[in-house]
């Protein structure tokens, strides 16, 4: 590893620390109730701190990354090296270095596990809404459609639709991860939808003569966020975890392109000689996921103290 | 309660239902034949002429349909391909061995769990609490395949305490007496359970913490208190009965958890269960024995939340009788 790229880990460091107190200082300002009821958590700093250095080195991986991810550097030279001040996290058995897969297995873990949620938020707060707003035989046929869902294990769901369609590229499974991850949400949203639909406000905007999607997007779903960023929070742990189960099968992510999961399954057969490889991956994926549980937990008692989350593994 | 049951039991029915027949969609959206394997995937005819019988491939799809559920419900799921015998035996040699791996890791799931949650509760907000809070978050995080490689590491090629990977030493084990051959298979279930059983226990500690916490903030509590009872009575006789009640219903829903788990676990371990045998059939596009694993994972699923509702009504007669 270069000077220039130990100079740009220095950066990523400090503006994860510049990032950090400035999320703090919105905490002190005039509207930071709810902030400062979520940095009141002993573990909400220290987790914005990893998921802004992760995000900050997964946007910025090319910049950041002193080789690029499957460039197999020499392999008869490079082979399985320890860490050392060239390659801080060590080489693989093809003589990559594992520094650099790392930031760009980043880019990949997280924006499946982002975008994978985005889909099942979007997907889950449909659902739930237009379950809980309309009830009757709508609610009645959507929440048996998620008893269904909720009946059947997420990764056989996945396994399942692999068998069938052979291998699946990025997008599908960012897709099949999404499809198969909002039934939760959904009831979350439908429980908040269902409440909110009774309130004051709703009523005085019906006797308004607002339509029913306008008192949904205008009315309810302002109201019914804070249950939905939460599990969103919670929610992008689980599909990292997901991700990397898959992809440690060999069904998720195909190499050569690098995942945190796919690294450690890459990593697997040379434990004893080069832990390195999976061990630094491996550490990663529990340091993010932690970080995105302890925000997920400090924003559920900043928004929304007495709801209780569950989530289908 | 006969008819709350019953009607629970229908419910329970009807997913099942639902996702076999989710099942039946999804296989025909697919490419390729049902049951038969593509071109120049090495196949015994004979079968294939049986499961084209069986299956009516080639009639009309709602016949299909009907016979599809008729050779479910007689336990006929197709041929393996990669196995190349029924899948019902592949999936008969494999349970047991998911059962006792599931059993043992809900063991150390529930006994550690409860233990930690409790010793959480009783010290709140002191140092002790604060650092298994962070501890049982941190297992909670991990992906339960790289705690499994760990394990074995450490435990396996570091310090031999435990064997690698198998049920049974494949060596010395016919030639083991009985004593020793329990114990050789403790010594093999030990780690892959371990495992499972960790990243369980984290979930369960930190739902116990917040139950027991809950609990001991209640009046009923201040008034054990206020009659002088000693603190851990208080605790265990008093808060801890009200708090065990939602930890016990989590055992039905730790099903789910349980078999994703063990697809991993056993992945990691070469423990030849459900887990294992799903994800060989993946590897080998084998989606015959894929379908078997996720129906009975699905009914797993169901039977567990079934018995977990069972099981809160049972306990607790404030818990109503709703489907």
Redesign the interface.
């Known amino acids: 590893m270069t000077v220039a790229s130990w100079l740009g880990l220095l950066a990523t460091l400090l503006w994860t620390a510049v990032a950090v107190a400035w999320s703090r200082r919105a905490a002190r300002g005039p509207h930071g109730e709810a902030w400062r009821r979520f940095f009141r958590h ?2 909400a700093t220290a987790g914005i701190a990893v998921l802004v250095f992760f995000a900050t080195v997964a946007v910025c991986a090319p910049l950041l990354a002193p080789y690029r991810p499957s460039q197999q550097l020499d392999i008869v030279a490079l082979q399985n090296r320890p860490p050392s001040w060239l390659h801080p996290l060590g080489t693989d058995l093809y003589s990559r270095d594992v520094w650099s897969r790392l930031l760009y297995g980043a880019q990949v873990s997280l924006g499946i596990g982002t975008l994978g949620m985005a889909v099942a938020v979007m997907l889950g707060g449909l659902v739930g809404t237009v379950a809980g707003y309309f009830r009757g035989w709508t609610d009645a046929v959507l929440m ?1 459609l998620v ?2 869902g ?8 996945v ?8 291998r699946l590229g990025t997008g599908p499974l960012i897709l099949l991860l999404g499809f198969t991850g909002w039934f939760a949400t959904s009831r979350l949203v439908r429980a908040e939808v269902l409440s909110l639909r009774e309130r004051p406000f709703t009523d005085a905007a019906r006797t308004a003569g607002a339509r029913p999607w306008r008192i949904i997007i205008r009315h309810v779903l302002p109201n019914a966020a804070a249950p939905l960023i939460v599990s969103a929070a919670l929610g992008i ?1 689980h599909m990292m ?1 997901l991700e ?2 898959l992809s ?4 998720g992510v195909q190499p050569p392109m690098p995942s945190w ?1 796919n690294m ?1 399954a890459d990593g ?1 057969d040379q ?2 000689t080069a ?1 390195w490889t ?2 630094f991956p ?1 550490l990663a ?3 993010t ?2 970080a ?3 925000i997920g937990d400090a924003a559920r008692d900043a928004l929304d103290p007495r709801a209780d989350y ?1 989530f ?2 | 309660m006969t008819a709350w049951l019953l009607r629970r039991l229908g ?1 329970a029915l ?3 239902f ?2 076999v027949s ?2 039946f969609v ?2 025909h ?3 390729g034949t049902p049951f038969l394997p593509e071109q120049g995937r090495p196949i015994n005819p004979a079968a294939v002429a049986r499961l084209r019988d069986e299956f009516g491939l080639g009639r009309p799809l709602p016949e299909q349909y009907v016979r599809y559920l008729g050779a479910l419900a007689r336990g006929h799921l197709g041929e393996s391909f990669s196995q190349r015998r029924p899948v019902a035996e592949a999936i008969a040699t494999a349970l047991p061995n998911t059962a006792v791996l599931a059993g043992a890791a809900l063991l150390i799931d529930f006994l550690l769990g409860i233990a930690i949650g409790v010793f959480q509760a009783a010290r709140a907000r002191r140092s002790s609490d ?1 650092a298994l809070t ?1 501890a049982t ?2 297992l ?7 705690l499994g ?2 394990l ?2 450490v435990f396996g ?1 570091w310090l031999h305490w435990f064997p690698v990977g198998g049920v049974t030493d494949p060596v010395l084990y016919p030639n083991l007496p009985l004593w020793g051959k329990v114990l050789d298979r403790l010594r093999h279930l030990a780690l892959p359970a371990l495992t499972m059983g960790l990243v369980g226990a984290a979930g369960t500690a930190r739902f116990q913490r917040a139950a027991l916490l809950e609990a001991l903030g209640q009046d009923y509590v201040r008034t054990a208190r206020a009659k002088g009872l000693r603190e851990s009575a208080v605790l265990v006789r008093h808060a801890l009965r009200d708090a065990l009640l939602p930890v016990i219903t989590l055992l039905g ?1 730790a099903l ?2 349980l ?3 063990a ?2 676990v056993e ?1 990691v371990f070469a423990w030849p269960g459900l887990g294992k045998l ?2 060989d ?3 080998a ?3 015959p024995l ?2 078997a ?2 129906l009975l ?2 009914v797993a ?2 039977m567990g ?1 079934l018995l977990a509702d069972l099981f809160a009504v049972l306990a607790d007669p404030r818990v109503r009788m709703v489907t």
């Open positions: 002993p573990t048996r008893d269904v909720l009946s059947v294990p997420r990764i056989f769901l396994l399942l639709a692999i068998a069938l369609w052979d742990g975890l990397a189960g440690f099968l060999g069904v999961g450690i697997r434990l004893t832990l999976s061990l491996g994926i529990a340091i996921v932690m995105l549980n302890a569950l289908e593994p | 419910a009807a997913i099942v639902a996702v989710f099942s999804a296989i959206l697919a490419p604060v962070n978050l941190f909670y995080s991990l992906p339960i395949f790289w490689l760990v074995l590491l090629q829903l789910p958890f078999l994703t788990g697809v991993l992945a799903a994800a059939a993946i590897a596009r084998d989606y894929v379908l694993t996720t994972a699905s699923v169901v939340s």
